[in-house]
């Protein structure tokens, strides 16, 4: 949030009005309209003004949610648009959150919680959840989300800038040519998760324009992405945590790359570490922007097409439909037209409890076929006629089998075609060896409504399968004749097993535990050891002999704890605690003992939380079964191990899980860990048990694992049992490669509690002597800092363009020139300070609050 704007919110209410005639219920009869038989397009007045609409959800109760442009929120209900927010900075996505009773929206600097406190219709409190990324207010860097699993957890993906300094070279040769999308800020061309205020989780990278975001009813996350460069046509991705996907700048945020790194590789290189779109959208016969794609959950509601994917394109005004299958191991699929005639650009989509597929559309900036400006419309079903349409296809293992809705007339004369596309640094691709193919041993299912027929078959291609002039039994014609398939794996022999079932999944990631096609973690160096070896707390309990209850597990008189026989638990039990130990492998060229077997055990937090410990020094295994995995579920960031024979260290932070009454998980177990002073889990959620699913516990012992493999040792094991975990995590990360020389703070007095009212990164950055307390001066000096970034055009004014906030440039404009002084612009906010001191004691800390 643009914390310049609080006083314009706080002092401008926005008065509620009632559209006249808000339901124009007024069919789309644009000449290029193709809409299916049994469906009708319906407008809904937008409100008066510059409303430009970008995103848009449903609450339970029925009442839609709007953001536009102009950044502002808009709810409709009974035919009346109320303004509930305002002075955001172009958001492009909006979700509401039933639990928190809060909109989560996605500006271009920040993911932002939007909070009704006095259920007066408007919002009080403008919360920042996270602004990790970076921006740097070149064109284009767009934020777009949130989309949410099924635990609750945000997800947002960031586009490339359109031009700067950071553009990847053409491939062809190391250096030469180069792309016109740039990397200018952190973790653009990123998706990430955000756990909860404050976390920042990067899960992919290798996007260009990601403008739509999904998750679908089974915690998979997919997003598309625009044609240009890197990119040889829309398309569709299926989203696997630490993926690459294809766009090259987005690469130095990785720690395995520089940018100099990048500059030296070729597209031969890229395609090595690329994965490619699950489904290939054609451009022009089915998108040229498209947006983000929804599942059809509605039981019917909305005609014959359950659990499929809608997407729409802003280009095309129009609506497609998508499906993916497994294909030896991976998703890929299909996508076939469904409906033209919008008025405007659909970008965003939601399905209301009627089962209408509402549409946010935009023009502005890019044309679209509709030629509105901006638009909102919905699309209903009659409940009563099936139209004729391709339904679906799917991959045999020697050509295809398409499903239509409605029975088949006599004549059916399939014909395929395929091709594929150019993977370089040119904006797009033209479709690439062309080929027309015969269709052989055509088979027609009794109810006429399926087609098998034999092609010959390539992997990596899009596979066009049209049915020209085709007819239903009671005569309708397709609106849309055409269906194609991205076939980038032909089907084997024998399908790879899905992993087993454990009772959690990896919700988000779209992995199964133990996957051995999961990125491996980047090697980096450990720290040396004097940069991150911490004495021992004085409240600290030292985990000696007398600690551990297996007598099997002796410590050797140098305070060394070879591993035994059984599993060792200490005698006292833990809830939130600060955990540290130290542990080495013996060294072995035994290559019957490699993989799991080089030196395995495990520090199982609460007894049930297992934190692998593995040889991972040049010993290959499934990632997250890495040393420091949280295994079975999270790989570690990075490999950081030492050599076998070399010391090792964990240093844990970590929170217990917190039950409800009736057994349910209120907040998973969260971690914090570095692994010889390397960061590998930061803040992260734990999905369950080692073995299985969450089951209602209060403090458990400490546990180390036997585990068949090499010799492994432990010595200088400590905890600090009941830290307040939240209150001390920026402190636990100071302590490596930083100055505090202690997890303890030795403070006189103790640290005062954190500033809410204010983002995190704000307060960061204005709090200069970092004692939790913010003056006049800390906070007049961190807008002054402001003005010179923004003067873009270097003449000592700020216009419109470049203070982006109508209402506080109208309002601090005091010459009314229409652009602000160095003076006028610091004068919008010493006016601001008394509404953030919200106690009026002169200064901003944590007791001030909304």
């Not at 397009?41 to 995103?55: C, D, R």
């Not at 260009?208 to 991705?237: H, K």
């Not at 194609?484 to 024998?494: M, V």
Request: hydrophobic content about 30%.
């Amino acid at each position: 949030m643009n914390e310049s704007l609080l006083s314009d919110r706080q002092n401008h209410r926005i008065s509620v009005f009632v559209i006249a005639a808000a339901l124009a219920f007024l069919s789309a009869t644009s000449a290029f309209a193709q809409i299916p038989a049994g469906y009708k397009i319906e407008t809904v007045e937008l409100p008066k003004g510059a409303v430009t609409i970008l995103g848009l959800c449903h609450k339970p109760d029925g009442t839609l949610a709007v953001v536009s442009w102009e950044g502002e929120v808009w709810e409709y209900r009974d035919m009346t648009w109320t303004r509930f927010a305002e002075n955001l900075m172009e958001p492009n996505g909006i979700y509401y959150d039933v639990k928190e009773d809060a909109y989560y929206v996605a500006q271009k600097p920040e993911l932002t919680r939007l909070v009704d406190t006095d259920k007066d219709g408007i919002c009080d409190k403008y919360e920042c959840v996270t602004d990790a990324f970076g921006i740097s207010g070149e064109y284009h860097e767009y934020h777009y989300g949130p989309v949410v699993d099924s635990l609750g957890r945000k997800y947002a993906s960031l586009n490339l800038a359109a031009r700067g300094e950071f553009t990847v070279p053409d491939g062809k040769e190391p250096g030469k040519g180069g792309g016109n999308m740039s990397y200018n800020a952190p973790w653009r061309g990123w998706v990430y998760r955000s756990d909860r205020p404050g976390h920042f989780q990067p899960l992919a990278n290798g996007f260009r324009s990601p403008c739509g975001i999904g998750m679908s009813p089974n915690d998979e996350l997919f997003i598309t992405d625009n044609q240009g460069d890197w990119v040889a046509d829309c398309c569709m991705y299926h989203v696997k945590e630490g993926n690459f996907y294809g766009h090259p700048a987005s690469l130095p945020a990785r720690p395995d790359f520089t940018k100099e790194k990048v500059l030296s590789m070729t597209a031969a290189d890229f395609a090595k570490l690329r994965t490619p779109p699950a489904v290939w959208f054609p451009r022009e016969t089915i998108a040229n922007s498209p947006g983000s794609p929804i599942w059809d959950t509605t039981e019917g509601k909305f005609g014959p097409f359950s659990g499929q994917m809608f997407l729409c394109d802003q280009r095309q005004s129009n609506y497609f439909r998508c499906g993916v299958e497994t294909v030896d191991g991976d998703y890929q699929g299909w996508c076939v037209d469904f409906l033209r005639g919008l008025e405007s650009g659909p970008v965003k989509l939601s399905f209301d409890s009627q089962g209408r597929l509402w549409s946010a559309q935009v023009g502005r900036g890019w044309f679209s076929v509709g030629g509105k400006r901006t638009a909102l419309q919905y699309v209903k079903w009659d409940g009563e006629t099936t139209p004729f349409a391709i339904e679906s296809t799917s991959l045999t293992k020697t050509g295809f089998e398409v499903k239509f809705t409605q029975p088949l007339a006599e004549d059916v004369t399939p014909s395929a075609k395929s091709y594929h596309y150019h993977y370089y640094s040119t904006y797009g691709s033209p479709p690439v060896d062309e080929k027309e193919h015969e269709v052989s041993a055509m088979v027609i299912s009794k109810d006429r409504k399926s087609v098998t027929f034999d092609v010959p078959l390539t992997a990596n291609k899009i596979y066009a399968l049209q049915f020209p002039e085709q007819k239903s039994t009671n005569g309708k014609s397709l609106d849309f004749d055409t269906i194609f398939y991205t076939a980038n794996k032909l089907r084997p022999a024998k399908e790879p097993r899905p992993g087993r079932n454990v009772g959690w999944s990896l919700a988000g990631s779209s992995w199964d535990r133990n996957d051995k096609r999961r990125p491996l973690p980047p090697i980096v160096e450990p720290l040396p050891a004097g940069e991150y070896n911490l004495p021992t707390p004085e409240e600290a309990t030292v985990l000696d002999a007398a600690q551990w209850t297996n007598p099997d597990w002796k410590f050797d008189a140098e305070g060394v704890m070879p591993r035994g026989k059984g599993n060792n638990e200490t005698r006292e039990s833990y809830g939130n605690a600060r955990i540290h130990l130290e542990f080495r492998f013996d060294p072995s060229d035994d290559p019957e003992w490699t993989g799991q077997l080089f030196g395995n055990s495990g520090v199982f937090l609460m007894s049930g939380y297992e934190l692998q410990v593995l040889n991972s020094y040049q010993n290959p295994t499934f990632a997250d079964g890495h040393c420091g995995a949280i295994y079975g579920q999270h790989p570690p960031r990075v490999n950081a191990c030492r050599k076998p024979g070399e010391w090792q260290s964990y240093d844990i932070l970590m929170k217990a899980p917190e039950f409800g009454k009736d057994g349910s998980v209120d907040e998973p177990l969260r971690a914090t860990i570095f692994h010889n002073g390397v960061l590998i889990h930061d803040d992260v959620w734990v999905y369950g048990e080692v073995g299985g699913p969450y089951k209602p516990h209060g403090k458990r012992p400490l546990k180390i694992q036997d585990h068949k493999g090499t010799g492994v040792s432990f010595r200088n094991l400590w905890i600090v049992p009941d830290v307040d975990y939240d209150q001390s995590l920026d402190a636990f990360r100071a302590n490596f490669g930083n100055t505090p020389n202690s997890f303890v703070e030795t403070t006189d007095e103790p640290k005062r509690p954190p500033i809410t009212i204010l983002n995190p990164g704000m307060v960061r950055d204005m709090d200069v002597d970092g004692n939790r307390i913010i003056t006049v001066e800390e906070f007049i000096g961190y807008r002054a800092k402001q003005f010179d970034p923004m003067d873009k055009d270097k003449s000592g004014l700020l216009d419109a363009s470049e203070f982006p906030h109508p209402n506080a440039l109208k309002g601090g404009d005091k010459d009314g020139d229409g652009k602000l002084t160095r003076e006028e612009h610091l004068g919008i906010f010493r006016g601001q300070f008394p509404n953030v001191d919200v106690n009026g004691d002169g200064v901003i800390t944590a007791e001030d609050k909304r």
